[in-house]
């Protein structure tokens, strides 16, 4: 519960995870919500190289969702997951928004970078190498990203809406 709160609630702007999302997993039965919060807390300790591991979490919040989380859709379960495993592991992910990295992968490859309706590990790992390419291209340029958050930063200022899509 503590790390899921750290990530959706504070004076600070611009989160990763929602508030909503807690407060649904608060209403829910006692057992779906420590499902839930146990899950978030392995998410928070996995290593940076166990994607099989972050596969089998982001497969555990699915099927809660089906269980009785709802609001556990495709976008909030890609959230949790890459978000809780990118703020232990800010070398391998970073803080994601499902709207901001889908318009970013449409900017840049002409897609989603998530397009399936469940977490596909393989997706999770093209993602992973755009950020990796992204890092590189920074450091090129000059900038010094120490790790993927850096980069996340600058693909939410560069990706926000109110800047006109690239034709």
Known sequence: RAVYKRLSQ???????LSWRTQGEVEKAEPSLRQR?????????????????????????????????????KRGEVLGIAISVFGTTNP??????KVRTFDRLGKLL??????PSDRFEIEEFEEY????YRMRDL???????PE?????????WETCQERLPPVE
């Open 10 to 16: 504070s004076t600070a702007q611009g989160l990763p």
């Open 36 to 72: 839930f919060y146990e899950c978030v807390a392995r998410l928070a300790r996995l290593s940076d190289d166990d994607l099989g591991s972050l596969e089998a979490e982001a497969r555990e919040l699915e099927a809660l969702r089906s269980e009785g989380l709802p609001g556990l």
């Open 91 to 96: 070398s391998a992910a970073s803080w994601f």
């Open 109 to 114: 490859l002409g897609k989603k970078l998530f």
């Open 128 to 131: 992973q190498a755009l950020l």
């Open 138 to 144: 920074l450091s090129d340029w000059g900038w010094q």
């Open 147 to 155: 790790n993927l958050s850096h980069v996340q930063g600058f693909i």
